[in-house]
């Protein structure tokens, strides 16, 4: 066996076997509970029905998947600017990481879904609501890791750009904000992770009348179970790609052009 069909294999291998079990179960819950589980072969072929143009809940999968990216994104990107910007703040002021730190902790362990009657109360039933519970998830991992990122930037490399006669911006953009990257890059992967999950979920309660959370709850009340799991499938592939496309690679390339590397941190 070749080396590309190994690592062909290899990379089959984890779905094969979410497929294997994922049969394994919609066998045993009809056997044992006569339910309706769907099946890998069944859920597939909704999937692809739909992308080729029947509704789902009176409207396309592609409605219900761009109304559900653009809160993410909307919520992501005010999460990301303000965990950012406070993050550089907070690791090169230490008071203002240490009066802050506590309440960033706090808000960290907040579930998402632990946000929605402040969401309600803010911003009532709707758009709003959902992007709130977005960015206030993200907000936290982001702001925290950025933190640490700066604070753990080698003092010796400020002290000799300083001695080199760095200051003001060239100190923060050739010094600090290269040596905080790697940190900064997994807050906004983590913050991405639970701001996506916390957008499905919001769709389900805050009265969005669009997305893929949408459609998994309202399925539920004509039980058409393959359009739930057919959003599921829509739901990971969209994280997987943003993570194995975009961030992944992002990370990879920023590291190689600053010639960072973690353990240097």
């Not at 045993?28 to 143009?53: D, H, I, S």
């Not at 559900?68 to 990301?80: D, E, H, N, Q, V």
């Not at 402040?118 to 609501?129: C, I, M, Q, S």
Request: aromatic content about 10%; proline content about 5%.
């Amino acid at each position: 066996m070749g080396n590309p069909v190994k690592q062909l294999v290899s990379r089959m291998a984890p779905l094969l076997l979410i497929i294997a079990i994922w049969q394994i179960l919609a066998t045993g819950v009809w056997m044992f509970r006569n339910a309706p589980f769907p099946t890998p072969a069944v859920t597939l072929k909704y999937l692809v029905e739909a992308l080729m143009g029947q509704e789902m809940m009176d409207m396309s999968i592609y409605r219900h998947t761009f109304s559900s990216l653009g809160r993410w994104a909307f919520g992501f990107l005010i999460a990301s600017a303000g965990g950012v910007f406070f993050g550089l703040a907070a690791g090169w002021w230490r008071t203002l990481d240490r009066v802050t730190s506590p309440g960033i902790q706090v808000l960290q362990l907040i579930p998402g879904l632990a946000w929605i009657p402040v969401a309600l109360l803010l911003f009532g039933v709707g758009e709003n609501a959902t992007r709130f519970m977005i960015a206030v998830t993200a907000f936290a991992p982001i702001a925290i890791n950025v933190t640490d990122g700066v604070k753990q930037v080698d003092v010796h490399f400020i002290r000799a750009a300083q001695m080199l006669g760095a200051r003001g911006k060239t100190l923060f953009f050739r010094v600090l904000l290269p040596g905080a990257l790697p940190q900064i890059i997994s807050g906004i992967r983590v913050g991405l992770g639970n701001s996506w999950r916390v957008v499905v979920a919001a769709e389900m309660v805050v009265g969005t009348a669009s997305g893929l959370g949408y459609a998994i709850v309202q399925s539920r009340w004509s039980l058409d179970y393959p359009a739930a799991f057919s959003c599921i499938i829509v739901i990971a592939a969209i994280g997987l790609v943003v993570e194995q496309a975009i961030l992944k690679p992002i990370e990879s390339r920023t590291i190689r052009r600053w010639g960072l590397s973690r353990k240097n941190f």
